[in-house]
């Protein structure tokens, strides 16, 4: 079901494994000319614009934009037990993994009487954008207002498709993990409209107003990204998320059952998701192939993983080693990396590239994207080679206090002076000298 690419005995450039490797193909610029109208018809007229998006793209209309508090009250109320328990779990381990993200403000004496204070400050207000789609994700809930919540961001607004099955409002289990979570702004607005909506507020139908938002953050379709991608500069981003993927590095100790249940978890997603082996083992390669065909057909979505299994983006990749396999890791820069080899905890430590890194047989990527207490919106498509998923700090603004006494200023004054001139820019030494002129009387 994998296709292979067998890299055993060659040695290829980075430029040379980046094209190699398997990869999902994504042009964002080539809905852009379907998203710019959207975003012209929000900015134009707002909310009437947004509703009547939502009533042909997603097969209905809500009544308003803004999801009234009673309904998070009964979706709360309503929700399965055994969902609530689990989702107060996951809350609790992300609030845990989280508190320990937050900056602390440092003051450094650069001379004496100069100081230069870094402060950290939390974006104002928030917009969390929470799929719909193939799938329901109260898990991406969680994942974007806990850290937001803990960086100390005072107003968060929810985004979720409004669905039909459900009268107009986002998934029942999306409103109860928001009302968990004491968020009492839900939007029911979803795809490029609603990134649209949140960075440029509007008026809901009965007249209360939809303010705009500092920072879109949350991964979502194609035209989610573009429309994120028009928008950067009006509004923050977290990241433009491109389909998600899985590289597991195993080694001949792994276990097939378990990296092709792994392997299958995340091609669940949809058609597009990226599912990766890199191994020194023929023969684990050949197992993981034996279980792919045994579980895929038990599984409830099996066309889906079926298709994303054997589509470009998949496949094993064979290396000499474990060495060249972390090159192979490292190049590939996997959102999601699992490590099942010997000593894996060193092997893992010695990845530099990764959204996450899943490390030994009982750490499986679906425990990430629940109740590791870690955060399960990671960068993709190779963007973690520069990127890091979300987290406190996606939220906080560093700002730089400079404090300088007359004594500490006019000592540098000539340095000052002098880079000035070298720019050609002589009013910025004046700026300093004429603290110390003296003043005509």
Known sequence: MLSRTDLRGRTLSLTQLRTTLPRAEVDVDAVAHEVAPVLDAVRSRGAAAVLELSERLDGVRPARVRVAAEALRTALAEVDPAVRAALEESIARARRGHAVQHRAETTTQVVPGGTVTQRWVPVSRVGLYVPGGLAVYPSSVVMNVVPAQVAGVESLVVCSPPQADHGGLPHPTVLAAAALLEVDEVWAVGGAQAVALLALGGQDTDGSTLQPVDMVTGPGNLYVTAAKRALRGVVGIDAEAGPTEIAILADAGADPVHVAADLISQAEH??????????????????????????????????????????????????SDVDAGLSVVDAYAAEHL????????????????????????????????????????????????????????TFLRGIQLVEYESDALVKVADHVVALAEAEDLPAHGQAVTARFQERPQ
């Open 338 to 393: 699992e490590v099942q080899t010997a000593d894996a905890a060193a092997v893992a430590r010695r990845v530099r590239n990764a959204g996450a890194i899943f490390v030994g047989p009982y750490a499986p990527v679906s425990l990430g994207d629940y109740c590791a207490g870690s955060n399960h919106v990671l960068p993709t498509g190779g963007c973690a080679r520069h990127s890091s998923g979300l987290s406190v700090q």
């Open 270 to 319: 949809d058609t597009l998701a990226a599912s990766v082996l890199v191994t020194d083992s023929v023969d684990l390669a050949d197992a993981v192939d034996a279980e792919l065909a045994r579980q895929v057909p038990a599984t409830r979505h099996t066309e889906r993983i079926r298709s994303a299994l054997s589509g470009t983006q998949s496949g094993c990749v064979l290396v």
